[in-house]
C-alpha cells in the first residue's frame, strides 16, 4: 500500500497556532463510521455521545520542558537538545540541531551555563545520545530551564502558557516529548460531567516520543517502523477497562491510547521491539512475545515498550470509539484513523473539515469516531 494513498491538501491558515480558550470551546466533528454521517458540535457536547457503561480511557503522561539551547563552547556556534527519554541519571537519549556537525566528543553548554553535556556517538540516526557533566539533576534543571517543545508545525516561539496550555488537566507522570492531542480539549469540570453521567475514567500510561510523529520517508506503509514507547498500565487499570467492556464502550482518548490498549490485546509486556513479521498488513507490531485476543485478557498489570503499528486493514480488539484530533497527511497517526474508520471516510471527513475551516494538528479541533 502506498503512503500517497493517505495525503490531503491543506491550507496553512488551518493549521492552529494557539489552543482554543477555554479548551472545551473548540469545535468537535463526530463521525458515525457505520452509517458514514457527520455532525459538527463543540467539545463539550462529548458528553451526549458517552454512556454510563461506556469507559473513557486517557493518557496521564506529562510532557518534558525537553527542547533546551545552548552553544559549543569551542566554536560559539548554536546547538539545540531535545531530550527524548532518560537512559541512567547523566545520559539521555535526544535529537540534536545541526546533528551533522555534532560529532562524538562535541561539549555543548545549554541554556546559559545551567547544563553541560558531551555527544557519545557520531552523526547518523536520528536518535543520538548526551551525557551530562556534575551530579547534575537533569530532571530538575529541565523543569526549571528548558521550553515546551512545540510541534514544528507551530510557527512560533512557546510562551509562558504553553508550559500549561500543552499540558492536559490530568497530566500526571513525566516522560513525553509531545502531548497526547486529544486530551487538551478536556476541562476538570467537564471530565466531572462525565463521571457524573456514569462513564468511567481511567487513566493509563505511554510516553510520546518523537517517532509517533516522524513522517514515513518509506513510499510502502508497511515497510516503515515505529519507535520504541514506554507504556504501564497497572491491574486496576486493567480490571477498570475489561470490566466495562462486557456491557459499554471503550472510548479511547488519542492515538496513543489506542496503541496502548490494542498493545496489551496483543499480550503487551517486555522490552523487546516488533520484528518486520510483525508490521504485516493488519497486525501490530508489539513489544514482547505471544498474544491473546481481548476476551482471554486477564486484569494484570501491563508494562513495557511498544511498536505499536496500525494500519489498513486492521481489527481492533480492545477500542469500540476514538477521540482523536485532525493529523499531518501522510503520518502513521492518519493511518491509524483510517484503519479504524475507513480511508475513503476519514479522507472525505478531512476534506468537509477544511471546507468547514476546522482547526487542525496539536492545538486544533478534535473529531469523536463512533
Not at 458515525?32 to 458540535?41: K, Q
Request: glycine share 10%.
Amino acid at each position: 500500500m502506498n503512503i500517497a494513498e493517505f495525503d490531503y491538501t491543506l491550507p496553512e491558515d488551518l493549521i492552529a497556532q494557539y489552543p482554543a480558550e477555554p479548551r472545551d470551546a473548540s469545535r468537535l466533528m463526530v463521525v458515525h463510521r457505520h452509517a458514514g454521517v457527520i455532525e459538527h458540535r463543540t467539545f463539550r457536547d462529548i458528553v451526549d455521545y458517552l454512556a454510563p457503561a461506556d469507559v473513557l480511557v486517557l493518557n496521564r503522561t506529562r510532557v518534558m520542558s525537553a527542547r533546551l539551547r545552548g552553544v559549543r563552547p569551542e566554536t560559539g556556534g548554536r546547538v539545540e537538545v531535545v531530550l527524548v527519554r532518560e537512559m541512567a541519571s547523566d545520559r539521555w537519549e535526544a535529537l540534536l540541531k545541526p546533528g551533522a556537525r555534532l560529532a562524538k566528543g562535541t561539549r555543548l553548554e545549554l541554556e546559559g551555563g545551567a547544563l553541560a553535556a558531551t555527544v557519545e556517538d557520531d552523526p547518523g540516526p536520528d536518535i543520538r545520545h548526551v551525557r551530562f557533566a556534575g551530579n547534575a539533576d537533569v530532571v530538575r534543571a529541565v523543569e526549571q530551564v528548558g521550553r515546551t517543545p512545540l510541534p514544528p508545525y507551530i510557527c512560533r516561539a512557546p510562551g509562558t502558557s504553553d508550559r500549561d496550555r500543552y499540558q492536559t488537566v490530568y497530566a500526571e507522570e513525566y516522560g513525553a516529548v509531545a502531548a497526547p492531542t486529544a486530551g487538551l480539549h478536556f476541562t476538570a469540570p467537564l471530565l466531572d460531567r462525565i463521571r457524573a453521567r456514569g462513564t468511567a475514567v481511567v487513566p493509563v500510561l505511554l510516553h510520546v516520543g518523537p517517532g509517533t510523529f516522524q513522517p514515513i520517508r518509506a513510499g510502502a506503509v508497511e515497510d516503515h517502523e515505529m519507535d520504541a514507547e514506554y507504556y504501564r498500565v497497572d491491574a486496576h487499570q486493567a480490571e477498570a477497562i475489561l470490566g466495562r467492556r462486557s456491557e459499554g464502550r471503550v472510548v479511547a482518548v488519542g492515538t496513543t491510547v489506542v496503541r496502548i490498549l490494542e498493545t496489551i490485546a496483543a499480550g503487551g509486556g517486555g522490552n523487546g521491539g516488533g520484528s518486520a513479521a510483525d508490521r504485516t498488513s493488519g497486525t501490530v507490531g508489539v513489544s514482547g512475545e505471544g498474544g491473546v485476543s481481548a476476551t482471554g485478557l486477564e486484569p494484570r498489570r501491563y508494562e513495557g515498550r511498544t511498536r505499536c503499528y496500525i494500519y489498513p486493514p486492521y481489527e481492533f480488539k480492545l477500542v469500540d470509539a476514538l477521540l482523536t484530533n485532525f493529523h499531518l497527511p501522510k503520518s502513521t497517526l492518519l493511518l491509524l484513523v483510517s484503519a479504524f474508520a475507513g480511508r475513503e471516510l476519514i479522507l472525505s471527513a478531512y476534506e468537509e473539515a477544511v471546507r468547514e475551516k476546522y482547526r487542525f494538528y496539536s492545538y486544533g479541533d478534535a473529531m469523536l469516531i463512533v
